[in-house]
């Protein structure tokens, strides 16, 4: 089960396993998409306040983006802030 406005694991898994060969571009779009407004989400909330299942996929969600895209220890809404030049520092 996830959180309100967030993607369901099962959805995840699906469009994880569907080659994107298989996919329409419409397809491959809508998923660029609500993998976005999904990790955009994810870093919104602290894990604490999350339910465990999204807070367990989230984990593992951050560490796939790490492995695949190097991580610089900012989570995406720090990303976010700095590029609008609103962070912290």
């Known amino acids: 089960m996830s959180d309100t406005g967030r993607k369901d694991f099962s ?3 699906r469009e994880g396993i569907t080659p994107n060969s298989s996919k329409s571009t419409l397809d491959k ?3 660029a ?5 999904d990790k955009i989400a994810r870093g919104a909330r602290t894990d ?3 339910s465990t299942s999204q807070e367990m ?3 593992m969600g ?3 983006d790490k492995n695949e895209h190097g991580g ?9 802030k700095n590029a ?3 962070d912290k520092h």
């Open 29 to 31: 779009t809508k998923e």
């Open 72 to 80: 610089s220890g900012h989570s995406v809404m720090d990303k976010a």
């Open 84 to 86: 609008l030049g609103i």
């Open 11 to 13: 959805t995840k898994m």
């Open 57 to 59: 996929s989230d984990k």
């Open 48 to 50: 604490h306040s999350k």
């Open 33 to 37: 998409f609500t993998d976005t407004a």
């Open 62 to 64: 951050r560490i796939k």
